[in-house]
């Protein structure tokens, strides 16, 4: 029997990180690794994947998300157990754009989350998966990040930001075995876009974007946009003329 | 506020809508949202249970974890937005079923235990809440209270088949059963009249743990139908169907569901399946959940909506009472395409306000055509009075309060136990609040 894949999740309480885990475990057991800020939470997502698979082995790590040397030793310790076959990076916050332009310490920090933390991970697991030359690196970025507008611009930076990583490091890591993958969701139901749901906003299941992420990332693919319609609405977007795409309330 | 409706489609009133994500902040939120408040799953319920027009509604489809199960006695612990399906999808596989389960999966088990629901095995394992060991409920006030059948049991008989109105709920520890595999043994029996109905289902009681009949609504006072029992099957592994789901795109501009389309329909339907008659092995998902596949099929009755009368009938009673329902309906001509006709068993309900007791009950569906479908509800409820039976209210959102009154006689000791904090259509309409 072939040893389990060992799955590392960070952001391991983010819905749609969550729902992939299911839906891998699901396909077969795994040995999986769950990272997260909140113990009470990442424990609460750990028992839930063990009732669904009783074979496969998880573990939970707490660290600081934000502070580099937590980082590169969570890193370490976890890499120092054997190689990663995937790395889902996957967490991130959506604060109201309105309060980033006011609060520039919400600002900085949403910067903080939803850029800097996800390429600080990035780059100790590539360190890692270069030097075995093997695994996946998968970071959940966003449609958000393709252009900034009006509605979430501070986050949808940061979401840029990890964008172009995404890319530098592909081209970093294109002549070895090492694949990244950068996932863009669209609105997706969770309770991070809760607040949008009232305003009408029309959401993805959690379940069917997790789907095209699991598959996209077995399928080595190196953008993945669920639901795939945005990769073809965000292609319109970012060749609209400004002068056009000014005007628009979006 | 964002418009709400239940499975009807009735009405789209707007509510205040807070999903319920984290148990650990449960609590909290229920103390300081807008009061009164309501917990809102799947919105499968047919009326107006489910639903608070201008408060809040405590979304609980986020509570969807499993906590704990032990492998060796089947009790599965889980939160009370876990969907039926998703128990059934995972531990059919491993050996263990939900026992009891409704017409439909795409429920959560907070709304199984609020409702109390039955499904086709009644006669042998009772109602949802005769399973539930052990439920979590928080109140509006911040109590949090865990009861079960020897833990509180008073709260726990509020609370079960308690619309919500207790509390919510917000875990549920369930004792499961074991099953050979998906399959069932299945039989299909035709039957012309009601008296064939009556001698099928008590032949059938001792040796089959699935009953139910579908019932053609529009053959008058005769009552004929189609009988369909089964067993689960030990017959070790097979390809699984595929999972083939259609969905209605639309609500068409009228009920698609009138006088035209059900008299031939339903006499193509029971010509056909009389044809197809006998025994045959079935997967559970098609059995149990027919109507699953076909999402959405709600719409099928335009845009005012539909209704869904369904109500139990004493024994002794039961098949005159049937069939002057039948007849009133048949002379009304409305009716539906899912005419259900099922007896239940002997034992206890749970839940103070549970709705099956030992009898038979009939449920059917009826596009609104306003007046006049209040017109034959009136003249169904006096046979339903007379006959001393009542109707569910997980189905219900007409009756009238003083037919409630009567076919729930614990609703005084009941209306203790209701959490000042919470309130529905449905109490405000039958219980004053």
């Given at each position: 029997m072939r040893p389990m894949r060992k799955i590392v999740i960070v952001g391991a309480t983010s819905a749609i990180a969550e729902h992939c885990a299911r839906l891998w475990l699901k396909n077969e057991p795994a040995d999986l690794i769950l990272l997260g800020r909140d113990a009470q939470r990442i424990e609460r997502v750990a028992a839930d994947l063990k009732v669904r698979s009783p074979a496969s082995t998880i573990h939970i790590l707490q660290a600081d998300f934000m502070d580099p040397t937590a980082i590169q030793t969570t890193v370490e310790i976890i890499a120092n157990q054997g190689p990663v076959d995937i790395a889902l990076i996957a967490h991130g916050t959506l604060p109201a754009q309105a309060e980033c332009q006011v609060d520039l310490g919400l600002c900085r920090d949403t910067l903080e989350i939803n850029g800097i933390s996800p390429v600080l991970f990035a780059e100790c697991f590539a360190k890692h998966m270069e030097a075995s030359n093997r695994g996946t690196i998968a970071i959940i970025g966003s449609v958000a990040g393709d252009r900034g507008r009006k509605s979430n611009y501070v986050y949808g930076a940061a979401k840029g930001l990890v964008d172009r990583y995404a890319q530098g490091l592909q081209h970093r890591l294109a002549g070895s075995a090492v694949k990244v993958s950068l996932i863009k969701p669209g609105p997706t139901q969770t309770p991070m876009t809760a607040h949008l749901r009232s305003l009408n906003v029309k959401l993805a299941p959690v379940d069917n974007v997790a789907e095209l992420i699991v598959r996209g990332i077995e399928a080595g693919q190196d953008v993945i946009y669920a639901p795939k319609k945005w990769r073809l609405i965000m292609l319109v977007i970012k060749h609209m003329p400004s002068s056009i795409f000014n005007k628009l309330n979006i | 506020?964002?418009?709400?409706?239940?499975?009807?489609?009735?009405?789209?009133?707007?509510?205040?809508?807070?999903?319920?994500?984290?148990?650990?902040?449960?609590?909290?939120?229920?103390?300081?949202?807008?009061?009164?408040?309501?917990?809102?799953?799947?919105?499968?319920?047919?009326?107006?249970?489910?639903?608070?027009?201008?408060?809040?509604?405590?979304?609980?489809?986020?509570?969807?974890?499993?906590?704990?199960?032990?492998?060796?006695?089947?009790?599965?612990?889980?939160?009370?937005?876990?969907?039926?399906?998703?128990?059934?999808?995972?531990?059919?596989?491993?050996?263990?079923?939900?026992?009891?389960?409704?017409?439909?999966?795409?429920?959560?088990?907070?709304?199984?235990?609020?409702?109390?629901?039955?499904?086709?095995?009644h006669h042998v394992l009772g109602s949802f809440g005769d399973h539930v060991k052990k439920l979590t409920l928080i109140r509006t006030d911040g109590e949090v209270i865990h009861c079960g059948p020897n833990q509180h049991p008073d709260w726990f008989a509020a609370t079960v088949g308690g619309l919500g109105l207790t509390g919510v709920i917000?875990?549920?520890?369930?004792?499961?059963?074991?099953?050979?595999?998906?399959?069932?043994?299945?039989?299909?029996?035709?039957?012309?009249?009601?008296?064939?109905?009556?001698?099928?289902?008590?032949?059938?009681?001792?040796?089959?743990?699935?009953?139910?009949?579908?019932?053609?609504?529009?053959?008058?006072?005769?009552?004929?139908?189609?009988?369909?029992?089964?067993?689960?099957?030990?017959?070790?592994?097979?390809?699984?169907?595929?999972?083939?789901?259609?969905?209605?795109?639309?609500?068409?501009?009228?009920?698609?569901?009138?006088?035209?389309?059900?008299?031939?329909?339903?006499?193509?339907?029971?010509?056909?399946?009389?044809?197809?008659?006998?025994?045959?092995?079935?997967?559970?998902?098609?059995?149990?959940?027919?109507?699953?596949?076909?999402?959405?099929?709600?719409?099928?009755?335009?845009?005012?909506?539909?209704?869904?009368?369904?109500?139990?009938?004493?024994?002794?009673?039961?098949?005159?009472?049937?069939?002057?329902?039948?007849?009133?309906?048949?002379?009304?001509?409305?009716?539906?395409?899912?005419?259900?006709?099922?007896?239940?068993?002997?034992?206890?309900?749970?839940?103070?306000?549970?709705?099956?007791?030992?009898?038979?009950?009939?449920?059917?569906?009826?596009?609104?055509?306003?007046?006049?479908?209040?017109?034959?509800?009136?003249?169904?409820?006096?046979?339903?009075?007379?006959?001393?039976?009542?109707?569910?209210?997980?189905?219900?959102?007409?009756?009238?309060?003083?037919?409630?009154?009567?076919?729930?006689?614990?609703?005084?000791?009941?209306?203790?136990?209701?959490?000042?904090?919470?309130?529905?259509?449905?109490?405000?309409?039958?219980?004053?609040?």
């Open positions: - | 506020m964002t418009p709400v409706s239940s499975w009807g489609r009735l009405s789209a009133h707007p509510h205040n809508v807070i999903s319920l994500n984290n148990p650990s902040n449960v609590r909290n939120i229920l103390c300081n949202s807008r009061h009164p408040g309501l917990a809102h799953g799947m919105g499968r319920s047919y009326g107006d249970v489910c639903l608070n027009p201008e408060g809040t509604l405590w979304l609980t489809t986020g509570l969807d974890h499993f906590t704990a199960f032990d492998e060796c006695t089947g009790r599965l612990v889980c939160e009370s937005g876990v969907l039926i399906r998703d128990i059934q999808r995972l531990m059919i596989p491993r050996g263990w079923i939900l026992p009891v389960t409704p017409g439909t999966q795409l429920i959560t088990v907070g709304g199984a235990i609020a409702n109390d629901v039955h499904g086709k095995n917000t875990q549920a520890e369930i004792q499961l059963r074991r099953v050979p595999g998906p399959w069932l043994n299945t039989e299909t029996v035709p039957y012309s009249d009601l008296d064939e109905f009556f001698r099928l289902a008590d032949a059938s009681e001792a040796g089959w743990e699935h009953t139910v009949s579908w019932i053609d609504c529009l053959s008058g006072g005769r009552g004929r139908g189609l009988f369909m029992r089964g067993n689960p099957a030990d017959i070790g592994q097979r390809p699984e169907p595929r999972d083939r789901k259609l969905t209605m795109p639309m609500a068409p501009p009228v009920s698609i569901i009138n006088q035209l389309s059900l008299r031939p329909f339903n006499m193509a339907y029971y010509h056909l399946k009389k044809l197809r008659a006998g025994q045959k092995i079935t997967h559970y998902e098609p059995f149990f959940y027919p109507l699953d596949n076909l999402l959405e099929w709600n719409r099928m009755y335009g845009p005012k909506g539909f209704f869904q009368y369904q109500c139990v009938l004493p024994r002794e009673i039961g098949r005159d009472a049937v069939q002057a329902m039948l007849r009133e309906i048949s002379g009304a001509g409305d009716g539906s395409f899912l005419a259900v006709l099922k007896t239940f068993g002997n034992c206890p309900p749970v839940g103070m306000l549970s709705f099956p007791q030992p009898g038979v009950t009939l449920a059917l569906d009826f596009t609104n055509h306003g007046e006049r479908t209040f017109k034959l509800f009136a003249k169904l409820d006096a046979i339903v009075r007379e006959a001393k039976g009542r109707i569910y209210p997980a189905k219900d959102a007409r009756m009238p309060r003083e037919l409630f009154e009567t076919g729930y006689p614990r609703l005084p000791e009941f209306t203790k136990y209701r959490d000042p904090g919470i309130s529905s259509a449905f109490s405000r309409r039958v219980m004053g609040s």
